[in-house]
DNA sequence: GAGCACTGC
């Protein structure tokens, strides 16, 4: 590693427009907790409100949804559109007939933060007016008409109600994000809103006679057959709005039929971009290289530096940390911050903290940073330009991660965090000429996901015909065939690819992976349902152990602690049955706050995530009042594991795998060869016989949470997939 | 004996 004080330094050439305004995209995070409502604080808000770009055409954009069924907007980070165009529409008159504007989020803290904003500025008291709704958080009230959600949760109300009825508006907002549940989302509304159309159209030809649900045969698979009348004569036309960040409209307004789109200014300050002269070879070299350069020539400000993954981060951390040692004592006032999403929370909201006086914080980030979470203060962007993406191959039913060349969009995205407070540089890790040979923008995940779940909602939903279901963009042929096939092999679908009864619909309600529901499904019949509700809510979340570089070997021997010769699925029960106790012993001693901040440190001990083991909680409350409400028998199997591990094979009989005498496991559905994870516990014991819950690639094929099961259980407990040889 | 971007119901 060359000394940094030698000057030797990466070139860069500023960018041919020098201050060059980029568009940014992502929510915008707002402190919506402050408490004062004295008249100064609210004429603070108002006098903000009007100084938003969007304030300036507030009557056009009203007057755009009155005449547009249809509209989309585009607008840039702090334009204030998401804030703001609610409330025009409410004061525009579309919430009078009793309608909701409901509006989506891809994620759930923008959903609460957003929502908490706009109550205030209306100065009603959240829940009522204004309101939010999100899994496990229900902030609405009868009274609520401006209501946040993530769409995912939207997609769920329609299973519910197919016409989305209480809604007169649906803004779907970051829809350039382009998430499945996005795309599902569009499809639907467009349809939806079609239908609703149709259904006040015949309703006044009619003149106000009852009107009958007709399937018109136009060819989408999609009808509800019986609606009540008293429904069909309610029915507003839906108007829908699609908010993007994105470059260009065109895109959403072809999918919507030449639908209109307006412009809304954004407020961002100026931000340098940067190139090297030279392409890179070593991208971490050359990102500790300009780390240092920025450090030592240029002014104040924080440094974000965007990197692929944890082993990255944590590798640079300690390069950073050894080469400030060489630097004079005045130059080592530096704070180096890693930020990934499986770093415990307190180690996370460091980053949001102000540096020390004096002191430059720099922070080393994956993708969190580039729309999830908002740090301040950063004025300086490293980028890279890669960034892990998953990938999925339907075939091998493998998912890997791969790190792949960004966007445009994303590299806007990344060098748009350097403008939020003033103006910024962004030092792009490539030559100028490599941004040209970008892709516009990400390809949608929906092209490259396990799309099971995704055709189970829509099955619920009435889509029988999925490849002939109106997509943005259609997804990848063989994917959906081989998900159809999932289904069909769990029982979730008939021969005729309609939703089974009771076993689909049981399935499509329950929000898990299809896999998942069919196992608490089954475990009703095999006495262990108590059991596998802990064991799919744990499985649902990802990293429930956190361990330290610098405590490796201490937290392996506290980790095994828990362990289960059986596998990793009881061990996970262990986990949980072990927090549940711990926290069941201090709630009787103690106040229910002081014994979650007792059950934080216990996990702190173990070296579990508390925030995970947290989210499967939640996760298991959920589910447990969904199988009861579907009258499943909820019993348990008590200390024996054999009715848990034959139900795991019953339900992921697809994913079992023999030994073969190499010691690596042959998965018996698709001849796939792989490894058992070296964190399993089964690691080292050789089973014959396991099913495991994912295959994933990595430096090599691995099969992670693993369980031993008998052979001969799987001719018996599946037999529509394998039979025994004579 | 290896290493896991990020969401969401």
Redesign the pocket.
């Known amino acids: 590693m060359p000394s940094m004080a030698t000057g030797d330094r990466r070139n860069f050439n500023p960018n041919s427009n020098g201050t060059n305004k980029h568009p940014q995209f992502g929510p915008k995070l707002l402190n919506g907790d402050q408490k004062s409502d004295s008249f100064a604080r609210r004429q603070k808000i108002e006098q903000q409100r009007r100084s938003l770009p969007i304030a300036s055409v507030e009557k056009r954009l009203v007057e755009e949804v009155r005449k547009n069924d249809i509209l989309i907007i585009v607008g840039e980070t702090g334009s204030g559109k998401t804030t703001q165009l609610p409330q025009y529409l409410f004061n525009g008159g579309f919430c009078r007939d009793g309608g909701t504007i409901g509006i989506t989020?891809?994620?759930?803290?923008?959903?609460v933060t957003v929502a908490k904003r706009v109550a205030e500025e209306c100065g009603v008291e959240l829940g009522q007016k204004v309101g939010y709704?999100?899994?496990?958080?229900d902030m609405t009230s009868a009274s609520t008409r401006i209501k946040y959600?993530?769409?995912?949760?939207l997609?769920?109300e329609a299973l519910l109600d197919p016409y989305l009825s209480r809604y007169s508006v649906i803004v779907v907002d970051e829809a350039h994000e382009r998430?499945?549940?996005t795309d599902v989302l569009l499809g639907l509304l467009k349809d939806v809103q079609k239908k609703r159309s149709q259904k006040t159209l015949s309703e006044s030809n009619n003149n106000g006679t009852l009107v009958k649900e007709e399937n018109n045969g136009e060819g989408e698979g999609s009808s509800v057959s019986v609606v009540k009348p008293q429904l069909v004569r309610k029915l507003n036309p839906l108007k829908l709005i699609i908010m993007s960040a994105s470059l260009d409209a065109r895109g959403f307004s072809e999918y919507f039929g030449g639908a209109k789109a307006v412009h809304v200014q954004g407020r961002q300050f100026p931000v340098d971009i940067l190139y090297t002269t030279q392409p890179e070879t070593d991208c971490l070299d050359a990102a500790l290289v300009t780390i240092f350069q920025i450090h030592l020539e240029e002014g104040p400000g924080d440094i974000l530096v965007f990197l692929?993954?944890?082993?990255?981060?944590e590798s640079i951390e300690g390069l950073v940390r050894e080469n400030l040692k060489k630097l004079p004592e005045a130059n080592q006032k530096v704070l180096i911050l890693p930020?990934?999403?499986?770093?415990p929370s307190e180690k996370q909201m460091k980053v949001f903290a102000a540096a020390p006086v004096g002191f430059r914080k720099v922070i080393l980030?994956?993708?969190?940073a580039?729309?999830?979470?908002t740090i301040p203060g950063i004025k300086y962007v490293i980028d890279p330009g890669l960034?892990?993406?998953?990938s999925y191959s339907p075939d091998s039913g493998i998912e890997s991660?791969i790190v792949v060349k960004t966007s445009k969009a994303q590299a806007l995205q990344r060098s748009g965090r350097a403008g939020r407070e003033g103006a910024g540089k962004c030092f792009r890790l490539y030559p100028e000429s490599r941004f040209e040979g970008l892709d516009d923008s990400t390809i949608p995940?929906i092209k490259r996901?396990n799309l099971s779940?995704v055709i189970l909602?829509l099955s619920a939903l009435g889509v029988d015909d999925i490849l002939g279901f109106d997509f943005m963009e259609k997804p990848d042929r063989m994917a959906v065939i081989r998900s159809l096939e999932l289904l069909y092999l769990l029982g979730a679908l008939t021969d005729e690819k309609k939703l089974s009864d009771p076993i689909g619909h049981q399935m499509a309600r329950?929000?898990?992976?299809p896999n998942d529901s069919k196992a608490l499904i089954l475990a009703s019949q095999f006495d262990c349902l108590e059991e596998m509700l802990i064991v799919v809510a744990m499985l649902?979340v990802?990293?429930i152990?956190y361990?330290p570089?610098d405590k490796?070997e201490e937290s392996?021997t506290v980790i095994k602690s828990f362990s289960s010769p059986e596998g990793d699925h009881i061990t996970l029960l262990n986990v949980y049955r072990a927090s549940l106790e711990f926290l069941e012993k201090n709630k009787m001693e103690n106040s229910k706050e002081k014994a979650e901040k007792n059950l934080r440190k216990w996990c702190k001990d173990n070296f579990i995530n508390s925030r995970s083991l947290k989210h499967a909680r939640d996760?298991y409350i959920?589910i447990r009042e969904n199988v009861e409400r579907m009258g499943l028998k909820i019993s348990s199997c008590g200390d024996d594991m054999v009715p848990l591990r034959r139900c795991l094979a019953a339900a992921y009989f697809l994913n079992a795998a023999l030994k073969q005498p190499d010691g690596t496991y042959r998965v018996l559905a698709n001849g796939q060869i792989a490894?058992i994870?070296?964190?399993s516990v089964l690691?080292r014991a050789k089973s014959e016989c396991i099913i495991f819950y994912n295959l994933?690639q990595?430096?090599?094929n691995?099969v992670?949470n693993v369980t031993r099961i008998d052979y001969l259980w799987l001719a018996e407990l599946a037999p529509q997939c394998y039979a025994l040889k004579d």
């Open positions: 989020q891809p994620r759930r803290v923008a959903a709704s999100i899994r496990f958080e959600m993530t769409d995912g949760l997609l769920r998430t499945v549940q692929s993954g944890q082993e990255e981060i930020l990934f999403s499986s770093l980030a994956t993708n969190i580039e729309t999830s979470v960034v892990k993406v998953r991660l995940e996901c779940n909602q329950l929000p898990l992976e649902s990802e990293s152990f361990a570089r490796l392996r996760i959920q490894e994870h070296p964190t690691r994933v990595t430096t090599r691995y992670r």
